[in-house]
C-alpha cells in the first residue's frame, strides 16, 4: 500500500491538462463491444477503474491494447456474455455492459456492481428500462441474467435522472427495431459524449443534453477512432485545490459551461475566475469565505463527485457552510478525516454543517473512497505541517498522475510505500 505525503501551506501556480473524462470513456468502453469492427479510443487516462474495464473486455473474448494513452479493442472473437463476478464488485461501471451485451449477444450475466462505498445505488431503473424493451431478468444469489429474443423499441419514462440508466437505455436500444424514446434522461456531458460515439459508429441517436433522447435502431455498427471529452470533476478538483491553497491554478481542456455552478460556488468563496475556451483560470488568496449553501444535484447541478472537495474547501473558510447531498446516502464518509485535522463539522442525515476554522492542520488520514480521497488532499494542501494519506488505491480509481500534475503546480508531496 501507498500513501501521500503532503506539506500544506505552499501556494500553487501554473496549468494542469486535464486528463479524459473517466465517466465518458468507461461508457465508450461497453460501447465497443457493439460492433465487430475495431474501435480506438484516444487519450485513455492510466487509471484503475479504465485497467478493470479492458480486463473485463479481454474476459469477455475481446482484444484490448495499450498504446501509449491510446486504447484498441477488437471484440470480433468475444464470445461470453458472462462477467466475471470479481472484476464486476470491483467496479461500478460494469453496469454498463448490460445493454451492450444483451445488444450483442441477446444475454447477459453479472453480479451485483460494486466501486466506491458510497450508498445503495440500486439498479432498478437499469432493469426496468431493459424490460421496456423486452428483456427478461432473473436476479437471484446476488446475480443478474439477463435475456431476450430481440429487443424492441419502446417509450421509457425513469423516475430520477439516473447516468447510468440512461447510457444503459441508450446501449440497449442502439440496434433495437424501431424507435425508442427515453424520457427523463440524464442531461450530463458525458451521456452527449457517449451518444456522439455511437452515431460516429453509425446510429441514429439525437437529444443527448436534454431529458428526452430517441434512438431510432440501426442494423449494424462500425469501428470508429474517437477522442473523448476531458475530466470536468478533474479540473473541478484542481481548482477547488488551487482555491484552497492559493495562488493561481489554470486548468486546460474541460469548457466553463460543464462547471458552471462551481465556479459560482468559487467566486462566492472569494476567488476570482476566468475563462476562455476551454481553459479556467481561479485565482485566490487562500483566505476564503464559507459558501452559504450546496446542494448537490444533477446536471447542470452542483456535481456530487466535487461535493467532498468542496467541503475540504469550506472547513477553513470564514464562517459556515451548509452542504446537503441529495444522490448518495453515505457520502459524507471522509468526515470523520477532516475532524482529525481540526475540522468543525456535523452530519445530520444528508446535511453536514461546516464551520469554518482559520486553518486546518496536518495529520494522518484514511481514504475512504474516491472523492473522498480527493477531498484529504484538497484540505491537506491548505492545511499547516504534514498530512499523510493512506490508501491512494481510491485516488488511483479515478486521477491520472496526481502527484506528478501537482508537483508542476508548486506543491510539495510524494508518493511512498508503507
Given at each position: ?119 445503495l445505488r440500486p439498479i432498478d431503473m437499469h432493469l426496468q428500462a431493459l424490460r421496456r424493451l423486452g ?284
Amino acid at each position: 500500500m501507498d500513501k501521500l505525503l503532503i506539506t500544506g501551506g505552499e501556494r500553487l501556480f501554473g496549468s494542469v491538462k486535464v486528463s479524459a473524462a473517466k465517466n465518458a470513456v468507461l461508457p465508450l468502453f461497453a460501447a465497443s463491444v457493439l460492433t465487430e469492427e475495431r474501435v480506438t479510443i484516444r487519450g485513455v487516462p492510466k487509471i484503475t477503474d479504465a485497467l478493470c474495464m479492458a480486463q473485463i473486455l479481454r474476459e469477455l473474448g475481446a482484444e484490448v491494447t495499450f498504446t501509449g494513452g491510446d486504447v484498441t479493442i477488437d471484440s470480433a472473437s468475444s464470445c461470453s456474455h458472462e462477467i466475471p463476478p470479481s472484476l464486476t464488485r470491483e467496479l461500478r461501471s460494469s453496469v454498463f455492459m448490460l445493454g451492450s451485451l444483451l445488444t450483442r449477444f441477446r444475454r447477459a450475466l453479472i453480479a451485483y456492481p460494486g466501486g466506491c462505498d458510497i450508498g445503495l445505488r440500486p439498479i432498478d431503473m437499469h432493469l426496468q428500462a431493459l424490460r421496456r424493451l423486452g428483456v427478461t431478468i432473473d436476479e437471484h444469489d446476488g446475480y443478474i441474467f439477463c435475456k431476450c429474443d430481440c429487443l424492441k423499441g419502446a417509450d421509457i419514462s425513469l423516475d430520477f435522472p439516473s447516468v447510468g440508466a440512461t447510457e444503459n437505455v441508450l446501449l440497449a436500444a442502439v440496434k433495437a427495431e424501431g424507435r425508442t424514446v427515453l424520457r427523463g434522461a440524464a442531461r450530463e456531458p458525458e451521456i452527449v459524449d457517449l451518444q456522439n460515439f455511437l452515431n460516429a459508429m453509425g446510429a441514429k441517436i439525437a437529444g443527448a443534453g436534454g431529458d428526452v433522447i430517441v434512438i431510432d435502431g440501426v442494423k449494424r455498427l462500425s469501428g470508429v477512432d474517437y477522442t473523448p471529452m476531458k475530466d470536468r470533476i478533474e479540473a473541478g478538483t484542481y481548482l477547488i485545490m488551487g482555491a484552497a491553497a492559493g495562488g493561481e491554478v489554470e486548468t486546460e481542456g474541460v469548457f466553463p459551461e460543464n462547471l458552471g455552478l462551481l465556479l459560482h460556488k468559487l467566486r462566492e468563496n472569494g476567488c476570482k475566475i476566468g475563462a476562455k475556451n476551454d481553459k479556467i483560470r481561479v485565482e485566490s488568496s487562500g483566505k476564503l469565505r464559507a459558501n452559504r449553501r450546496i446542494e448537490t444535484m444533477p446536471f447542470p447541478g452542483f456535481p456530487t463527485d466535487l461535493q467532498a472537495q468542496a467541503a475540504a474547501l469550506n472547513s477553513g473558510a470564514e464562517g459556515s457552510a451548509l452542504i446537503t447531498e441529495n444522490l448518495f446516502e453515505t457520502r459524507f464518509k471522509y468526515v470523520p478525516e477532516l475532524k482529525k485535522m481540526g475540522a468543525d463539522i456535523e452530519v445530520k442525515g444528508r446535511t453536514a454543517l461546516i464551520r469554518g476554522v482559520p486553518r486546518l492542520h496536518g495529520a494522518s488520514l484514511l481514504a475512504g473512497d474516491l472523492r473522498g480521497a480527493a477531498a484529504l488532499v484538497v484540505a491537506a494542501l491548505g492545511a499547516e505541517g504534514v498530512s499523510e494519506v493512506l490508501d491512494l488505491t481510491h485516488l488511483d480509481r479515478g486521477y491520472e498522475d496526481l502527484v506528478s500534475k501537482l508537483k508542476k503546480l508548486g506543491a510539495k508531496l510524494r508518493r511512498v510505500r508503507v
